[in-house]
């Protein structure tokens, strides 16, 4: 039982680790277009906004088990097959970035458009503004739907065990229901629940933690102080008035 518990972790780690990172390298650039490129944005474009929000709108509505579907052919030209660790991270990935992007998209829409107005009085850029505002103003938000994302997939991969995707959930069905072995099923559910629970309590303490610092680095601290500082510095005229 042990071999078989170890395996069939190690293949949903491996599921989960590889369609994460590929949800959020494609995932964070695609949420931060459809705020930039949104009306009022710094990159507007109203037609670019519209056609990706709705190629994250059709990724979203699709229930996981038809998308490993109509993505067979896909996978297996990417990986030669359509059964297996490898050819579950196909699937998972595409899965996982329009999730992933929509929540970008939420946490990005957060930030304070006072902080934006500042780097651009600055001469600040697009890229400047992105690198060194709503990345670091949002960070303990993206923290935070980071973590919902990786819950997410990880009952996805299960899914995907029970069609040849390895990983617990093709071990929880394969021998938990076909085999009646009723034990490895239960054992298979209370490892998913636990690796949960601390992958949901590392990511709210690391949101936290980020949120008690300000959720920032980089100039975005000097500048809320600019500001700050301008709102408390006295009017010229009223000075000269009352002088």
Avoid at 171 to 188: D, K, N, S
Avoid at 229 to 239: H, I
Wanted: glycine share 12%; aromatic share 6%; charged share 15%.
């Amino acid at each position: 039982m042990q071999p078989l518990l170890s395996d069939a972790c190690s293949q949903t780690f491996d599921m989960v680790l590889w369609s994460t990172l590929i949800a959020i390298v494609v995932g964070l650039p695609l949420g931060l277009l459809l705020v930039l490129t949104d009306r009022g944005g710094l990159l507007q474009n109203v037609v670019a906004n519209k056609v990706i929000g709705q190629i994250v709108n059709v990724g979203r509505s699709l229930p996981f088990i038809i998308l490993m579907v109509a993505l067979m052919s896909f996978t297996r030209w990417v990986t030669g097959t359509t059964i297996g660790t490898a050819a579950a991270v196909v699937p998972l990935a595409i899965g996982g970035i329009p999730f992933f992007a929509r929540l970008v998209e939420t946490a990005v829409r957060e930030v304070d458009g006072g902080l934006v107005e500042a780097v651009q009085s600055m001469g600040g850029n697009t890229w400047t503004i992105v690198r060194k505002v709503l990345v670091p103003e949002s960070l303990p938000s993206l923290i935070a739907s980071t973590t919902t994302t990786v819950i997410a997939l990880i009952g996805y991969s299960a899914m995907a065990g029970t069609v040849g995707g390895g990983g617990l959930g093709d071990l929880a069905v394969r021998y938990g229901y076909q085999r009646f072995e009723t034990e490895l099923m239960w054992i298979t559910v209370g490892i998913l629940a636990v690796v949960i629970s601390l992958i949901q309590f590392a990511g709210d303490f690391a949101a936290r933690a980020l949120h008690h610092r300000g959720g920032r680095s980089g100039p975005a601290p000097k500048l809320r102080l600019l500001k700050a500082e301008e709102t408390e510095k006295p009017d010229t005229a009223e000075v000269t008035k009352a002088a």
